[in-house]
Every structure is written in C-alpha cells, then in structure tokens.
C-alpha cells in the first residue's frame, strides 16, 4: 500500500473559504451529545474563542499579477514580521488573511518554499477570485495596499514520511486547479527528487489558460520532477493528457513497488477521495 501525504486536514485546498476550520477546541467539545440548539451555542462560542486568539499583523502587498485565468499571484511583504517569516518551516502550511472592511477572512495556501521567507521577507499566492468572496476583493486590490495576515498555520507535508529515497523511490503528485499552490512549494523546497527513480506530477486543469505556473515547468523538471499536464476540456490542437489526473494516472501507472511509493494530495476533494478510496490502484 502506498504512503499518502496531504495538508493539514484543515485546508484540503490551495485556497479554501472557511468560516470556522476544524480546531482542536472543537473536536473536545462533545456536541453529539447535545441538543440542537446546544449544539448551535457551543459551536458559536469555539467560533468566538477562535476569533479572540488569532492575532492579525498589518502587511503591504509586494505584488500582485494574473497567473492564469481567475487565478492572480500574490506577494505579501513580511520583511517587518520576522516571527511570522521564520515559522513557515514546511511546504503545506497556510494562513488566514484579511481585508479591511471585508468582514470574513480566507485561508491561503504558501505557494513559496520556506527559503523565499528568509531570503527576501515575503510570502507568495496564488489565488483563485471567486465572485462575492475576499479573495476576489484581495484581487483586486494593487501593490502597496495593506492587508492583514494571522500565524503561520498547519503541519504541512511531512516529507520525513517518504525518506530515505531509497525506500520510497516513487513519488506521485495529484493536483488540481489552484491546488497547485502548495505543491510549487513543495516541489522548490525539495524531497530528493533527483535521488529517486520516478517522481510525477499529474496537473490537472480545464485548458492550458487555467494551469498556474507554466513558466516554472522547466525548472520542475530539472529538479527530477517530471511534470505530466492533464487538461479536462482542452482544445482541438491539445495532444497531452485528457480527462481527469487519476483517470491519467491510472492509464500510465508503471509502479513496480507499491510498497516504496509515496502519494502527495492536493486539490478538489472527488480526486483525493478518489485516489484514498481506492478507485485508483496502485
């Protein structure tokens, strides 16, 4: 069986819009043995308690520039955070940010490895504008303005999960649509990928116009990541992969050794469940 490695539980995507994430506080609650309305308060006072312990800390957008279509690349100057800059320690960590006058917050995803926070005092994104959300007010705002951002948050990829590269030569990445955005920072943070035999990333958008990072392709590559683009509703001059990233996965598959096989998870939740629950085997 295959070992699969995910984000925090808490953000199952490169950007997801919650109004109340799992919380350890929350899961000590025993709400199945309340009445509704119990329940309702009980959940409504974790959510409080959630808000009351989250520090907000005020930081300048360093840029912001389309990625793909609806997804923007956003640059946060922490510079002036140093406590902030020096906790993001692994790929798959996230946190929530704010706009002014924008009452919810939105979870964002670290498209950056950890050294870009060291080196040059910034966080990147990429961020989906969904219609009526804060991301989409996020993205539309312009270098210079001024945005609130909270605590690095979330284990991240354990990638000590999937050492020596010895015994887990293979490595597969499944990501979708904006999913992507912590799997970039995987990939440039580094797993060893040269030291193993067969390390694929299966990127699934709906055409070439929606798939982030193309110009980074290259440098994927000749990190020992073989990239594998899979477009479901690509256009006539598409030749590559089409359908959907398992479906693509389960033409190729070329495992010698599930046993020695390590699965990193990122994007829309039919293709994690697809993948975990079997519907594709190794």
Same mark, same amino acid.
């Given at each position: 069986?295959?070992?699969?490695?995910?984000?925090?539980?808490?953000?199952?995507?490169?950007?997801?819009?919650?109004?109340?994430?799992?919380?350890? =506080?929350?899961?000590?609650?025993?709400?199945?043995?309340?009445?509704?309305?119990?329940?309702?308060?009980?959940?409504?006072? *974790?959510?409080?308690?959630?808000?009351?312990?989250?520090?907000?800390?005020?930081?300048?957008?360093?840029?912001?520039?389309?990625?793909?279509?609806?997804?923007?690349?956003?640059?946060?100057?922490? +510079?002036? *955070?140093?406590?902030?800059?020096?906790?993001?320690?692994?790929?798959?960590?996230?946190?929530?940010?704010?706009?002014?006058?924008?009452?919810?917050?939105?979870?964002?995803?670290?498209?950056?490895?950890?050294?870009?926070?060291?080196?040059?005092?910034?966080?990147?994104?990429? @961020?989906?504008?969904? *219609?009526?959300?804060? *991301?989409?007010?996020?993205?539309?705002?312009?270098?210079?303005?001024?945005?609130?951002?909270?605590?690095?948050?979330?284990?991240?990829?354990?990638?000590?999960?999937?050492?020596?590269?010895?015994?887990?030569?293979?490595?597969?990445?499944?990501?979708?649509?904006?999913?992507?955005?912590?799997?970039? +920072?995987? =990939?440039?943070?580094?797993?060893?990928?040269?030291?193993?035999?067969?390390?694929?990333?299966?990127?699934?958008?709906?055409?070439?116009?929606?798939?982030?990072?193309?110009?980074?392709?290259?440098?994927?590559?000749?990190?020992?990541?073989?990239?594998?683009? @899979?477009?479901?509703?690509?256009?006539?001059?598409?030749?590559?992969?089409?359908?959907?990233?398992?479906?693509?996965?389960?033409?190729?598959?070329?495992?010698?050794?599930?046993?020695?096989?390590?699965?990193?998870?990122?994007?829309?939740?039919?293709?994690?469940?697809?993948?975990?629950?079997?519907?594709?085997?190794?």
């Amino acid at each position: 069986m295959a070992l699969a490695l995910s984000p925090s539980p808490s953000l199952p995507h490169a950007h997801v819009s919650h109004t109340l994430p799992p919380m350890s =506080i929350l899961r000590r609650i025993p709400l199945l043995h309340l009445k509704p309305q119990r329940r309702r308060l009980a959940t409504l006072a *974790a959510a409080a308690v959630r808000q009351d312990i989250t520090v907000w800390t005020p930081a300048p957008l360093a840029e912001i520039s389309p990625a793909a279509e609806s997804l923007f690349h956003v640059s946060i100057d922490i +510079s002036d *955070a140093p406590d902030i800059a020096s906790s993001h320690t692994r790929a798959g960590q996230y946190l929530q940010l704010r706009v002014v006058d924008v009452g919810k917050p939105t979870f964002l995803a670290i498209a950056s490895p950890p050294s870009i926070a060291s080196a040059s005092g910034a966080f990147e994104f990429l @961020v989906k504008s969904v *219609a009526g959300s804060t *991301a989409e007010v996020l993205c539309g705002l312009k270098k210079g303005d001024v945005v609130e951002i909270s605590q690095v948050m979330g284990r991240g990829f354990d990638v000590d999960r999937i050492q020596p590269p010895d015994e887990y030569p293979t490595v597969l990445i499944f990501a979708t649509g904006s999913g992507i955005s912590p799997i970039r +920072s995987l =990939i440039e943070s580094g797993f060893s990928s040269k030291e193993r035999s067969d390390v694929r990333l299966y990127y699934g958008a709906r055409n070439l116009k929606r798939m982030a990072y193309q110009d980074k392709f290259k440098e994927w590559e000749s990190s020992g990541v073989k990239i594998v683009p @899979v477009l479901s509703q690509p256009d006539g001059n598409w030749s590559g992969e089409t359908g959907y990233v398992q479906a693509a996965f389960s033409r190729a598959k070329k495992i010698f050794n599930p046993q020695g096989t390590g699965v990193v998870l990122c994007g829309q939740k039919q293709m994690a469940e697809s993948m975990i629950g079997g519907h594709c085997q190794l």
